[in-house]
């Protein structure tokens, strides 16, 4: 085994780091309520998804999962799709550094062990990602040699910034429900992500979308998800060999077996959880091994800090 430390951020994680624009990004139960919010037309009453209205308010992955994705073409979808990629990619950091990303990424480099430092996110923004930009260091996506620059940050989920090749000529194939394409896959800088996202989704010659995960049971992907699960692949292998795994906001889903079977099964002597205390209990019902440290980011990070040095 090596001495790896392995992190892995939720929801609750972005919810909870502070200081970020234009406010806190939302919990799996606030998400439907922002998105009819922000783009009515395409998430409202109104809209075609609005008939799925009530049950995405109460659980956004069960309906995804028995009514979205069963009945309407997977073209569809990713349209909708990109307006939740041009929501997530509004978020950003102020201006100062005082966000608790920040604190945790400059706290291992200044404790010597960022390098061997892999973090895992299942968030669709961009927060983590400028916290390192703002301190000098380039996100790795997919994992490869790292330098004293560079973090490995593994988004099992995809990510607002990630974003197809132009897939126009293969549309007919996104044309009905549970349809995929396997295609190519590109990352944008993690700042500005929504002006480079309208520009694209603009572009009336050609077609992009978001490379996003489906919110819902499974986590599936509808275009790229060869490169998604070869990012997944190199999580269950940082996990497998990890001294250290420490998680920060993320409930439990034992259906989300990409997350769960890994950290079930890891050999880590030590494990961390911060967040709710209901969720805990059922990370230890997963492993044993887990310490509670606190219910919030803000509350824990010097525990888990001291657990690191």
């Known amino acids: 085994m090596r001495d790896d430390v392995v992190f892995l951020f939720g929801a609750g994680a972005s919810k909870g780091a502070g200081h970020i624009l234009p406010c806190d990004p939302p919990l799996g139960m606030e998400v439907y309520g922002r998105l009819e919010e922000r783009f009515p037309t395409e998430w409202g009453p109104g809209s075609r998804l609005g008939q799925y209205a009530p049950g995405l308010r109460q659980n956004f992955e069960k309906t995804m999962f028995n009514e979205v994705c069963r009945w309407n073409p997977s073209i569809d979808i ?3 799709q990109r307006s939740m990629a041009l929501y997530f990619s509004s978020f950003s950091l102020d201006s100062t550094g005082k966000d608790l990303y920040s604190k945790l990424l400059s706290s291992l480099r200044d404790m010597g062990i960022i390098r061997k430092s892999f973090f ?4 669709y923004d961009c927060v983590l990602e400028q916290a390192a930009y703002k301190l000098g260091l380039q996100a790795n996506y997919s994992c490869g040699e790292t330098d004293d620059n560079t973090i490995c940050i593994l988004k099992v989920h995809g990510s607002c910034n990630f974003i197809t ?4 000529q293969w549309r007919p194939y996104l044309t009905n429900a549970g349809s995929y394409l396997n295609c190519g896959m590109n990352y944008l800088r993690p700042v500005d992500i929504e002006k480079a996202l309208k520009q694209r989704f603009s572009d009336s010659h050609a077609s992009y979308y978001p490379v996003m995960s489906l919110y819902s049971f499974g986590k599936n992907s509808l275009v790229a998800g060869t490169r998604i699960q070869e990012i997944r ?3 269950c292998k940082c996990v497998s060999s990890a001294s250290v795994v420490a998680i920060i906001g993320v409930r439990p889903n034992c259906e989300d077996t990409h997350i769960w079977n890994p950290i ?3 050999s880590a002597a030590k494990l961390f959880y911060i967040g ?6 059922s990370w230890v019902h997963g492993n044993s091994n887990f310490k509670f440290l606190a219910e919030r980011f803000k509350e824990g990070l010097e525990s888990l800090l ?3 040095n």
């Open 264 to 266: 079930k099964e890891t």
């Open 165 to 168: 090749e132009d897939i126009q």
């Open 276 to 281: 709710s205390q209901g969720d805990f209990r």
């Open 306 to 308: 001291k657990c690191l």
């Open 233 to 235: 692949n190199t999580w």
């Open 78 to 80: 990713l349209e909708w």
């Open 120 to 123: 895992g996110s299942l968030n």
